[in-house]
């Protein structure tokens, strides 16, 4: 398999419910980020890991968890979210070589639905 | 300040018209770098081209071709004769030397060709 994979497509949960969303990057590349998409916003960075350590927080809620056990994979874990917490979860994947900073690959995105 | 701005929300054009997608961008670094995605309806974003600010050739890739223009921080881009295909929202993003990481996004603009 190639590319950024993310997993599930689609999720809906109660605002008591605890969630996770997967990805999984398979170009070798160090570093991930996960980005939130809302309607008629831009996207928004959420979180930043490069070489598995985390080096962004973009003032992002702490009902948002992430977590990057290895540079191919990265977990979004979800609870007590808001219903404005509906939206498209982007994952994304790059290479940083030294002042550079290459074009990322994005997964298909987790369509989120809080009820 | 919104620091990629993509004017147009909406553009419908008939198949085989040529369009542009406007792009204005605001920077104080001197090293950074301007990016064009393509978000489909299935919600992934492709990564269509990335122009540093150090080359201000513009650049043609078949139907595609890319205006990058510092005199008016603008990296516009023009699909030729459009197809439903091309039917999508476009990003344009940008990345500061000076900021890490960060992606800036624009709003995006949503192209619908009519067949």
């Known amino acids: 398999e190639t590319g950024v994979t993310q997993t599930p497509r689609h999720l809906v949960m109660g605002m008591t419910n605890k969630k996770s969303l997967k990805c999984e990057q398979h170009?070798?590349?160090?570093?991930m980020y996960w980005y939130k998409q809302s309607a008629k916003k831009p996207l928004e960075l959420m979180f930043v890991?490069?070489?598995?350590?985390?080096?962004e927080n973009n003032s992002v809620p702490s009902r948002f968890s992430p977590e990057c056990p290895n540079s191919s994979h990265l977990f979004l874990h979800l609870h007590t979210l808001q219903p404005e917490d509906s939206a498209l979860y982007l994952c994304?994947?790059?290479?940083?070589?030294?002042?550079?900073?290459?074009?990322?690959?994005f997964g298909p995105g987790t369509r989120l639905t809080v009820l | 300040a919104q620091k990629v701005t993509q004017a147009q929300t909406e553009i419908s054009v008939v198949e085989k018209e040529d369009v542009t997608l406007d792009c204005v961008y605001e920077?104080?670094?001197?090293?950074?770098?301007l990016f064009w995605y393509k978000q489909p309806p299935s919600g992934e974003l492709v990564f269509l081209i990335r122009?540093?600010?150090?080359?201000?050739q513009n650049e043609i890739s078949g139907r595609y071709s890319w205006n990058f223009q510092k005199s008016t921080s603008s990296f516009n881009f023009t699909i030729t004769a459009s197809q439903v295909v091309d039917s999508a929202v476009y990003f344009c993003?940008?990345?500061?030397?000076?900021?890490?990481?960060?992606?800036?996004f624009g709003t995006g603009t949503s192209l619908t060709v009519i067949p």
């Open positions: 994304a994947s790059s290479q940083i070589t030294s002042g550079r900073y290459n074009e990322q690959f």
């Open positions: 170009l070798g590349h160090n570093a």
């Open positions: 890991y490069s070489l598995e350590e985390r080096v």
């Open positions: 920077t104080r670094d001197t090293t950074y770098y």
């Open positions: 122009r540093n600010s150090f080359d201000e």
């Open positions: 993003a940008l990345s500061e030397r000076g900021t890490g990481n960060q992606f800036y």
